[in-house]
């Protein structure tokens, strides 16, 4: 049974920083690429950033420049770094990964950025 498990979300001033964190267990963690995603109220799901198993990352736009994303193998956890945050930021945050064939996300975690 795989599970991906979030966590690091709250309230944060614009401009402030967070960093998420989700652990995965029952998963060859180190071979699959690692995703967050995040979704805002009233809007479509969204690609934020991804990491491969070789570390090549990608990143949406929106989080270029200040974002980060990063995996430890040995801790099956990734993470996302997120700088000068801004109220536009203000989403449920989703870690997705596929192994076995198969598509697993997290159960969330909300991150609210106040003006």
């Known amino acids: 049974q795989v599970q991906l498990v979030e966590s690091g979300g709250g309230l944060v001033q614009a401009g402030g920083s967070v960093r998420l964190s989700c652990t995965a267990s029952?998963?060859?963690?180190?071979?699959?690429?690692q995703t967050w995603y995040r979704q805002a109220p009233g809007k479509q799901r969204e690609l934020v950033a991804s990491?491969?198993?070789?570390?090549?990352?990608t990143y949406a736009d929106s989080a270029k420049g200040r974002f980060t994303i990063s995996r430890d193998d040995a801790k099956k956890t990734v993470y996302l770094q997120m700088n000068s945050l801004k109220p536009d930021d203000t989403a449920v945050y989703y870690c997705?990964?596929?192994?076995?064939?198969?598509?697993?996300w997290g159960q969330g975690t909300q991150v609210t950025v106040s003006s």
């Open positions: 029952g998963t060859t963690f180190s071979i699959n690429v």
């Open positions: 990491v491969t198993s070789g570390g090549r990352t």
């Open positions: 997705y990964t596929i192994t076995g064939g198969r598509s697993y």
